[in-house]
């Protein structure tokens, strides 16, 4: 199990949110019925409301990855919703089946609020990029996308990353307009695996 942190969370109080994003996968192979976290079990700080992601590899190969960038609901109702949706209703994914377990690892992500990034070209975000290692989000004419902070160790370059980030956006790898929207935001991570070492 690793954690990256760069909010307020400490190692606890993440892994309690791990342990969430397990059982709401694990809920959907049991018999007995699946219930939300009970807030009154847990800590100010995770009841507030948040924003993660949740990212599930199966054999190192991704498997789903849902979640929000705004906050709306308690933190660990967030984790809970996010992790089934990126388990069984990621679009791109078939469910989650009962024989990946074995290989799943689980990642939890918890957003700080997005900023806005005034920039005035394309080269000034990848100047601004070169030594700064965020979550980027870009809108334009309806269409967004979103990478976060872990997506520079697959592209390390940021010319790279905003590239795929375009694509995944649905635009051409070049696309740039003056009405772009930037902005950038940090995550504080936990991941591990689906089944916990005894």
């Not at 694990?26 to 009154?40: K, V």
């Not at 849902?66 to 089934?84: C, E, F, I, M, Y």
């Not at 740039?176 to 991570?189: D, H």
Request: charged fraction near 20%.
């Amino acid at each position: 199990m690793s954690v990256t942190s760069s909010q307020n969370l400490n190692k606890g109080e993440l892994t309690q949110l791990l342990d969430i994003a397990r059982e709401a996968i694990r809920g959907h192979f049991s018999d007995e019925l699946s219930h939300p976290p009970q807030l009154d079990l847990y800590g100010k700080k995770l009841i507030r409301p948040g924003a993660c992601f949740v990212t599930l590899t199966v054999d190192g190969q991704l498997q789903g990855c849902l979640g929000s960038t705004t906050a709306h609901s308690p933190l660990v109702l967030d984790v809970h919703n996010k992790a089934r949706a990126s388990a069984y209703q990621d679009r791109r994914f078939m469910p989650l089946t009962e024989e990946q377990l074995d290989h799943l690892m689980i990642e939890v992500s918890v957003l700080s609020e997005p900023e806005t990034l005034e920039i005035r070209s394309e080269q000034d975000l990848l100047n601004y990029l070169e030594s700064n290692k965020v979550g980027v989000i870009l809108s334009d004419n309806y269409s967004q996308a979103l990478f976060l902070p872990q997506v520079w160790e697959q592209l390390p370059k940021p010319k790279d990353f905003i590239r795929h980030l375009k694509i995944k956006a649905g635009w051409n790898a070049v696309y740039w307009s003056p009405s772009m929207e930037v902005q950038t935001f940090t995550v504080t991570s936990i991941n591990g695996k689906y089944f916990q070492s005894l």
